[in-house]
Every structure is written in structure tokens, then in C-alpha cells.
């Protein structure tokens, strides 16, 4: 069984930064697609970023690129999400996710972390 641990969510204002990270365990680290997914209050959860395997594709949704930076360090089994100009409509719980192919758009087949709380006020 796959386990996601998340970290680095909070409460920031308008146009701060925050780095989310995830660590991940039980599993081949490389040889999985890493993502980042969100779910607002009353709205279904939503595909944020995810990276390819050795961390040589990125892809993202549009609200957030130019803004949102997804990495990873197969070292260390991390991925991280960095989040800049954050705005109101960031606010979500972040959920880390893991899959073994690269059908990113597909919401289902995913491992998934327990969730951290970002809150952006205006």
C-alpha cells in the first residue's frame, strides 16, 4: 500500500507563497507519476500539476501555470508543489497522489495522501 504524507499547507494572504511536499513510502519512488490534485468547499477534487517519472515532464491546469512549479527528488522520494501569487481561488485542501502510467487526466487510478489544508485570504 502506497503512503503519501503531506506537509507545508496554511493560512497566507493574496499574492504570498507557499512550498507544499510530499514524501511517499512503500513504494519504487521512480518508478511512479506524481501529482498534485485540490478540492474546494461543495466542488469536486481537481487535477492541479503533476511530473513524469524522472522528472522530465511537467504538466499543469491553466488557472495555475506561470504561477505553480511541480518538482521531485527521486533521492529522497519527495515531490513538491510551489505555489506563487497565490490567490482566494487557491483555497483547497492539496492532495498528493500517486500512479504508475502517465494518464494524469484520468481521476481515477491514483494513490492518494491524506490532504493539506491552504487557505488564501484576500
Known amino acids: 500500500q502506497v503512503q503519501l504524507v503531506e506537509s507545508g499547507g496554511g493560512l497566507v494572504q493574496a499574492g504570498d507563497s507557499l512550498r507544499l511536499s510530499c514524501v511517499a513510502s512503500?513504494?519504487?519512488?521512480?518508478?511512479?507519476?506524481m501529482g498534485w490534485f485540490r478540492q474546494a468547499p461543495g466542488k469536486e477534487r481537481e487535477f492541479v500539476a503533476a511530473?513524469?517519472?524522472?522528472?522530465?515532464?511537467?504538466y499543469y491546469r491553466d488557472s495555475v501555470k506561470g504561477r505553480f512549479t511541480i518538482s521531485r527528488d527521486n533521492a529522497k522520494n519527495t515531490v513538491s508543489l510551489q505555489m506563487n501569487s497565490l490567490e482566494p481561488e487557491d483555497t483547497a485542501v492539496y492532495y498528493c497522489?500517486?500512479?504508475?502510467?502517465?494518464?494524469?487526466?484520468?481521476?481515477?487510478?491514483?494513490?492518494w495522501g491524506q490532504g493539506t489544508q491552504v487557505t488564501v485570504s484576500s
Open positions: 497522489a500517486a500512479r504508475r502510467d502517465l494518464s494524469y487526466s484520468d481521476p481515477s487510478g491514483w494513490d
Open positions: 512503500r513504494l519504487t519512488f521512480s518508478n511512479y507519476v
Open positions: 511530473i513524469s517519472w524522472n522528472g522530465g515532464t511537467t
